[in-house]
């Protein structure tokens, strides 16, 4: 089945970096859309940026710049760098794939920014 993993979450000051990775297994990694979307409390989940197989990127008008999505097909992993953290970036970040015809999503990784 599909399986979603994340990792690379924390407690950081404002200004500061992270690095999150998302391990995938149960499907072909290689040719499908992988994204990263975020949930703060009491809002619904957004979508921060997503990458195509091929490496196509697109990014939340709110990120751009700040975060990188990448990935490496041979690990079956997505990254999501992200830097200049800011306090409204706090929430629980999830990795995502549409895949037999339905979004799997990871259980999550808490991203906490201090001002």
């Known amino acids: 089945q599909v399986q979603l993993v994340e990792s690379g979450g924390g407690l950081v000051q404002a200004g500061g970096s992270l690095r999150l990775s998302c391990a995938a297994s149960?499907?072909?990694?290689?040719?499908?859309?992988m994204g990263w979307y975020r949930q703060a409390p009491g809002k619904q989940r957004d979508l921060v940026a997503a990458?195509?197989?091929?490496?196509?990127?697109n990014y939340a008008d709110s990120v751009k710049g700040r975060f990188t999505i990448s990935r490496d097909n041979a690990k079956n992993t997505v990254y999501l760098q992200m830097n200049s953290l800011k306090p409204e970036d706090t929430a629980v970040y999830y990795c995502?794939?549409?895949?037999?015809?339905?979004?799997?999503w990871g259980q999550g990784t808490q991203v906490t920014v201090s001002s």
């Open positions: 149960g499907f072909i990694f290689g040719i499908r859309t």
């Open positions: 990458i195509t197989g091929g490496g196509s990127t």
């Open positions: 995502s794939a549409y895949v037999f015809g339905k979004y799997s």
